[in-house]
């Protein structure tokens, strides 16, 4: 493993710096209480039926299979839809990323590079509070759906932002298929982050493109990682 000096540490928003099940768990909420103002039955009944929904069947269809399962009629999907994305969410940093960052800060420049609706994704870094403990962030919708990861664009954006080379970098994420592989048409350095219980824990690397030069468990192990990088390259400079 061949990894260059690095300067800054890039990082992915969701099931990386927090729980995207949080996310998740209060955008049901909202639907539910919109759905029991309809009559559909209980708030709690209808989040427990789409979190069933989401983590065992197709995520794309919850509110479709919601709908039949509770026998309302498809034309209200497009409302359910717009009060999930609209929602105020109530989420929370992970406490391996309230702790290290501002460690990691005093040595490198931070960015954060997400996918996701624009406007949902920042509702999401204003609830978390994250834009305080980073140099730059990146929004790849902001450049349309186009240039979601994969495409090396936003990574090469945030990049500039830091005012660093993409080969001065390291990107952590969590997904294999948009962020490692993504990260690595860019030319950056990749550690993939295996949260317990994130949504893309247990995915396997298809190919050579997805693969990281290191795996973590949380940001700890991250922080440990980097710090046995740095006193490498110095002994060996």
Avoid at 6 to 18: G, Q
Avoid at 91 to 115: F, Q, S
Avoid at 207 to 217: F, I, L, N, P, Q
């Amino acid at each position: 493993m061949n990894i260059p000096v690095i300067k800054a540490v890039l990082f992915d928003l969701d099931d990386t710096l927090y729980e995207e099940r949080q996310f998740h768990r209060t955008g049901f909420t909202a639907v539910g209480e919109f759905l029991e103002q309809r009559g559909m039955g209980s708030t709690r009944e209808i989040l427990g039926l789409l979190e069933y929904f989401h983590d065992h069947e197709d995520q794309r269809q919850v509110f479709q299979k919601l709908a039949g399962r509770l026998g309302f009629p498809l034309e209200w999907v497009p409302e359910l839809v717009a009060t999930f994305r609209s929602h105020r969410p109530r989420i929370c940093l992970a406490l391996d990323a309230r702790t290290v960052l501002p460690r990691l800060r005093g040595d490198y420049r931070l960015g954060c590079v997400t996918n996701g609706w624009a406007a949902v994704q920042r509702r999401k870094i204003e609830a978390l509070g994250v834009a305080s403990l980073m140099d730059a962030i990146v929004i790849a919708d902001d450049f349309g759906v186009e240039f979601w990861k994969p495409h090396p664009r936003p990574f090469l954006e945030c990049c500039a932002r830091l005012q660093v080379s993409p080969r001065e970098s390291l990107f952590v994420g969590d997904y294999p298929e948009r962020d490692i592989r993504g990260a690595r048409r860019a030319g950056l350095a990749c550690v993939r982050l295996r949260r317990p219980g994130g949504y893309f824990a247990v995915c396997e690397s298809a190919d050579a493109g997805t693969k990281a030069d290191a795996e973590v468990h949380n940001l700890f192990e991250l922080e440990a990682w980097l710090k046995q990088t740095r006193a490498a390259q110095t002994c060996s400079a």
